[in-house]
């Protein structure tokens, strides 16, 4: 069994947060979604970076990259928090 940990509040200065939309296609059993990273500051609910891709799950595919064709999440909000 696994022990869970509470956080009891928050001491990050950054929120990260994930908005996933289905997206209608023209073609016929093709479901996309869109797939939205915010980075907001905790304090004052300002965004900081916003990190947007199409994402087709059946298919395996993304349409988007953070760098030298490669989409990284987490590469992403470690180089906007200079956590690298």
Do not use: P
């Amino acid at each position: 069994m696994t022990d869970y940990f509470g956080i009891t509040e928050l001491t990050a200065d950054a929120l990260v947060t994930y908005k996933i939309s289905k997206l209608t296609s023209a073609n016929a059993g093709v479901d996309l979604e869109q797939v939205i990273v915010r980075v907001s500051d905790r304090r004052d609910a300002q965004t900081l970076a916003t990190l947007q891709y199409v994402w087709d799950r059946q298919n395996r595919k993304l349409c988007g990259t953070t760098s030298d064709g490669v989409l990284d999440e987490l590469s992403f909000i470690k180089k906007l928090s200079n956590l690298n």
